[in-house]
Every structure is written in C-alpha cells, then in structure tokens.
C-alpha cells in the first residue's frame, strides 16, 4: 500500500498555495493534516497527479477571541483547538467534540480546515459549525469569500468549495452566557467514527424554558443535518424528562441513511433518538448546575 | 518513470541526517529503509493501528500518514530513543517487568503513545490511559498488562523524579 507518484508543492503563503491551486485545480489535492487524504493515496483510492501541501503556510495556525466569535485558522491543528483553555471557557462544546475526532496522535496532526474540506458526514467540527451557525472563509482566484455551514456542507465528501479554493479561517459563535450545550456521540470503539453524534445548543429563559435550540446530528444522513423538527418541538417548552422525550422522538425525521454493515438504518434512527434526549438532558443539567 | 527524489534534513533521536526522498515515500518507510530504523512498526499503512506513532516536532503522529519530504527540518523521536546505553529507560523496564508486551509488534506505537500521555498526565487514571492508548491495537494481551505497565512506569517516574 503505497501512494501513487505525484508532483509536490509546499507554499508558504496563501497567495502562493491560491496561485498553485489556479494552475494545477483539477489535479490537485490540498495536503493539511493528511489524516484522510493520505489514507485514501495510501490504498489508492485517491491519486492525486498534484499534492499542494499547506503545512509551512505558518500564517494559517492561529486562534483569535473576538467580541462574538472565535477566528481559528485553517491550519490550526485539531489538538491545539481541544486544548485551548480560552476555545474551553468560551465555546466548551467544539472542545467537547473535538475529542471526540480519533485518536490524539490523529488530532495532533489532524487541522480545522482538513475536517471541513474532507467533508465525512460523521464529521464533529462540522456538526459543531452547523449548530452554532457559524462560517467558513475561502481564500480563492477572486479573492476571499464566506460560506455559511449550510454552503459547505454541500454533500458527502464534497465541501461547498470550488478546485481552486482554499479554506483558510472558520468562525465558531461564542457561546453566550444564557445558553447551555451538550455534546454526545456513539461509536463502536472509542474513536471510531460516529455511528450517530449529537450536538446542541439551547438558549434557557427563566424557569428552564428553551427560548431558543440548535440542534444538530452527524453520522446518519449525507452530511450532517439540523434537526429542526426536535428544534421546533423544543422551542418555548419548559424542559423537563417529557418535554425532551417528545422532542428527542422527532430525532428520526431527521436521518437520511440505508442500512450498511457498521449499523442498520434502523438502530441509527434508534440511536438518535437515545442520543438527543441524552445530549438535551446533559444540556439542561448543566444549565441547572450554573 | 521514477521522479527525482528532493533532499531533506532531518533529525532522527537527536542525529542529523541527509536524504533525497521521492515525494511520494511514506515517512514510516523513509524510517525503517532509508535510515535501518526498525523499531518502528508499520501495522495497517492506513492510520488505524498505531504501530508506526512516532514523536514529530514533539508530539505523538502516525509515520504511515506523513510523507518524509515533510519532515524536512523536522525532529523526530522513534522508540530507538527511548534507551540509553543498551539500557531499558523507566517505561519500557515497566512494560517488560509487567508483561506489557507478547507479539511485540504494537509496543513501539504504544511506547510513544505513553510516552506523550505520562508527560502530558504525570499520573493518569486507568480510564485516562485506556483513552490515551486507545489510538494503538493490541492483538495479544488484552490491553490490560499495557495499562498496567503505563500505571507502574507513571509511579516509577514519580518516584525517581523524587529522588532527584
């Protein structure tokens, strides 16, 4: 198992790695972190004629704290997010998430952009980006433009972003002092990919009342997908154990699977539901610990 | 067609070395045939098994998911690092006191991986180092004499930490 031949860039600038990407588009593959590309070369599934690697573009590895919003740069690498004590103080839930992408060896090399250009439906930091409603910024031949998560999430292994367009910042919401989250997912072995995950986001009024929810699942649809439905039903309610349990029976509507050999669409659905209520329990645990 | 190989500096367990490498060649096998470094092991070639977790610039990688090139100007740390003078450092005298090791084959990914956890977590908890090693397989022991092995090797570099 061994990578086909390919011709090998290293930008160290934005502006380079664009320019490269203008030329060779098509044919070319990005290199971040490699922890699914070069799995892919490695059985040949993917063989790319061009490998543009971004590692020593040192502009793009950085987490900035704005007023609302957390900047990290595209580069920046999974493990340094998952540790960051300002990412754990003001947006808990993608540190929470984060350690769930494999292994630590994998999130040490493993960066921001590579998950969100990789675009695996099972994808947290994607499913983290789509409850918070944050963006993503690309840097391409026109210049830099914004994708909402919506945008990016174009379909299964296949980013909203076009061969000559590089991800060089993403956006996470700070999570406010009003909201509470949760962040859970099942896999079959510690680090697996998800069978089915579950992040949300809630905005809590006096007396536990959800004045607002973001609700997002991953592993059980094409990408990962909002569930609106579980968010409506949520919305306005007192949350108590069956207010959760009416909304956590919406779950289903949201997935969108076949059965496959990891698990059936059946226990998926399953899953979710458990999921959901276990996430939106922990939520308002936390809420209620404040 | 055989592309030319591009030259690199890298430094391997605090040695210097000088290399031309194909782009294309895996950071593992640059290692084990371009160097004789045989200490690290190469399990599935796809990231899964660990075997082939290395210390990059520090910090635990997979060498199967890393072409060599990019260890240009890198510092590497392969478990050939680990003794000194022919002689067992603290975690591999745990691994070998505690049966930590059968085959073999995974130790060298499980050595480097307890390596970054002990220096991370002085003194993890059983859960904490199950999580910290759950990124390497083991098909022998049954990951309980590892988690063992890792227990004892934290107490044993408390201890001579101590006596320092």
Request: net charge negative; with cysteine.
């Amino acid at each position: 198992m061994k990578p086909a031949p390919f011709e090998y860039f290293v930008p160290t600038s934005v502006e380079e790695a664009v320019e490269l990407l203008a030329r060779h588009g098509d044919d070319a593959k990005v290199l971040a972190g490699g922890q699914s590309l070069v799995p892919m070369m490695n059985f040949r599934l993917a063989q790319p004629a061009v490998l543009i690697d971004i590692n020593r573009i040192v502009e793009l590895g950085y987490i900035r704290e704005g007023d609302s919003s957390i900047a990290i740069g595209a580069m920046t690498r999974q493990r340094v997010v998952e540790t960051s004590p300002m990412v754990r103080d003001k947006c808990a839930i993608l540190s929470e998430a984060l350690a769930n992408v494999g292994h630590q060896a994998i999130r040490n090399r493993g960066t921001m952009g590579g998950t969100l250009a990789h675009g695996d439906p099972a994808a947290e930091v994607a499913t983290v980006l789509l409850t918070l409603g944050g963006s993503v910024t690309v840097a391409g031949p026109q210049g830099k433009r914004e994708l909402s998560p919506e945008e990016l999430l174009a379909g299964p292994y296949a980013a909203g972003i076009s061969s000559d367009e590089l991800i060089v910042e993403i956006n996470f919401p700070i999570l406010a002092a009003n909201e509470t989250h949760g962040f859970l997912e099942m896999s079959r072995r510690h680090g697996d990919f998800a069978l089915a995950g579950v992040a949300a986001v809630l905005r809590m009024g006096e007396g536990n009342i959800c004045e607002r929810a973001r609700v997002a699942l991953c592993g059980v649809a094409p990408t990962p997908v909002r569930a609106t439905e579980v968010e409506n039903q949520l919305t306005g309610k007192r949350l108590d154990a069956s207010t959760i349990q009416a909304a956590a029976e919406l779950a289903s509507r949201a997935v969108d699977c076949e059965d496959e050999y990891h698990a059936s669409r059946e226990y998926r659905t399953h899953l979710c539901q458990v999921y959901v209520r276990r996430t939106i329990q922990l939520a308002l645990e936390r809420w209620g610990n404040n | 067609m055989r592309p030319v190989g591009r030259k690199i500096t890298v430094t391997v367990n605090g040695e210097q070395y000088v290399r031309e490498v194909e782009p294309r060649l895996l950071l593992a096998d640059f290692l084990r045939h371009g160097l004789q470094l045989f200490g690290t092991h190469v399990g599935c070639e796809h990231g899964v098994c660990g075997a082939c977790t290395i210390l990059f610039d520090g910090v635990a990688q997979r060498s199967c998911l890393i072409f060599a090139i990019q260890a240009d100007g890198a510092e590497i740390l392969t478990v050939e690092s680990l003794a000194q003078s022919g002689k067992l450092n603290l975690l591999q005298k745990a691994f070998h006191e505690h049966h930590g090791l059968q085959c073999g084959f995974c130790t060298p990914g499980m050595l480097m991986t307890a390596l970054e956890l002990l220096r991370e977590n002085p003194s993890p908890s059983d859960q904490e180092v199950r999580a910290g090693i759950s990124g390497v397989l083991c098909r022998c022991t049954g990951y309980k004499q590892i988690v063992d092995s890792i227990n004892a090797a934290a107490l044993a570099i408390a201890g001579a930490e101590a006596a320092e």
